[in-house]
Nanobody
Framework: QVYLTESGGGLVQPGGSLRLACSVSGTALDDYIMGWFRQAPGEEREFVGA????????FDVDLLRGRFIVSRDRVMNTMYLQMHRLKPEDTAVYYC?????????????????WGRGTQVTVSS
């Protein structure tokens, strides 16, 4: 069992930055890939980025590369999503998730465990 808790969401102005954290507890994570997803109202859950827990290798998406950075701290058992130059279209609930199948890092349906999400609102 893996327990995930997101934090760090909030209201930020366009162009601003925000760092989300995902605190992880439960089973050892070395066989997992940890992902960030987001879901805007009326939209499907969208892959944002992922990190392979044991190596730190990162998987991301072209459209967000350079603005969104995924990382993890194995000592703190925490995954991070650093977001820069935020835009109103980044507004969504952001979720962290854990997947024991490291080859399907892009698919929300393959993730086994989910946090409850944290709201990010980008607005002036």
């Amino acid at each position: 069992q893996v327990y995930l808790t997101e934090s760090g969401g909030g209201l930020v102005q366009p162009g601003g930055s925000l760092r989300l954290a995902c605190s992880v507890s439960g089973t050892a994570l070395d066989d997992y890939i940890m992902g960030w997803f987001r879901q805007a109202p009326g939209e499907e859950r969208e892959f944002v980025g992922a990190v392979l827990w044991n190596t730190g290798s990162v998987f991301d998406v072209d459209l967000l590369r350079g603005r969104f950075i995924v990382s993890r701290d194995r000592v703190m058992n925490t995954m991070y999503l650093q977001m820069h130059r935020l835009k109103p279209e980044d507004t969504a609930v952001y979720y962290c998730a854990a997947n024991s199948d490291t080859n399907t890092w892009y698919s929300a349906a393959k993730y086994d465990y989910w946090g409850r999400g944290t709201q990010v609102t980008v607005s002036s």
